[in-house]
């Protein structure tokens, strides 16, 4: 049973630029949470989604919007990248009506904004 | 704003001594708390957690212990083994998905 998997595993993007990461929640979840870690700090929650609908954002700006397809599977979309963007964003899982910590979280994808 | 907070950003320890990791919290309304383990190119995985019902919670070698009053909880390790060098991340949440995390601590058991 394959976790949660999260592409592309690195990427290094100019500032202005757009990108575009994806993530593939564990089997049987249907809820995806995407989070940033700067370095040196912990994971902030971006937002959530639920039944293709964003179901609750963190502190972000509009340039992070999101997406979530009928196979649960989910995309996170940066636009005008910042270098204050670089940082690795996490992906997790979840079961809607499921016990908290069963969220599971894949890799993470590393963008660098130069 | 940083509603969770662990102030030591690393912690060394001896092989078979006790790790204690600390955290502390701001927020009220934060009623479930949750410790990761995180090592590099990994994501974080569950490790232990408390309801704030409780005060303590025990998993084998790890224990979490609930301070509502202070707003403090720490993660105890006994014995620590070479396997749990990683970072340690305490996070909150207020009766939803939405996790807070604190910066991690980086546990370094020595041989």
């Known amino acids: 049973d394959a976790g949660v998997t999260q592409s592309p595993t690195h990427l290094i993007k100019t500032r202005g630029q757009q990108v575009t990461l994806r993530c593939s929640p564990k089997?049987?979840?249907?809820?995806v949470s995407w989070y940033q870690q700067a370095l040196g700090q912990g994971p902030q929650f971006i937002f959530q989604?639920?039944?293709?609908?964003?179901?609750q954002r963190g502190n972000f700006p509009d340039r992070f919007s999101g997406h979530q397809f009928p196979n649960y599977s989910s995309e996170l979309n940066v636009n005008a990248l910042l270098l204050g963007d670089s940082a690795l964003y996490l992906c997790a899982s979840s079961s809607t009506g499921g016990l908290i910590y069963e969220q599971y979280f894949g890799p993470g994808t590393r963008l660098t904004v130069t | 704003d940083q509603q969770v907070k662990q102030n030591s950003p690393s912690l060394s320890v001896q092989e078979g001594r006790i790790s204690i990791l600390n955290c502390d919290y701001t927020?009220?309304?934060?009623?479930?708390f949750l410790w990761y383990k995180k090592y590099p190119a990994e994501g974080p995985t569950f490790l232990i957690s408390i309801s704030s019902i409780k005060d303590k919670n025990e998993d084998g070698r790890f224990t979490v212990f609930l301070n509502k009053s202070a707003k403090h909880l720490s993660l105890h390790i006994v014995p620590s083994q070479p396997g749990d060098s990683a970072v340690y991340f305490c996070a909150a949440s207020a009766n939803d998905y939405k996790l807070s995390f604190g910066a991690g601590t980086t546990v370094t058991v020595r041989a």
């Open positions: 989604y639920y039944e293709e609908e964003e179901r």
């Open positions: 927020n009220s309304m934060f009623d479930y």
């Open positions: 089997s049987g979840h249907d809820t």
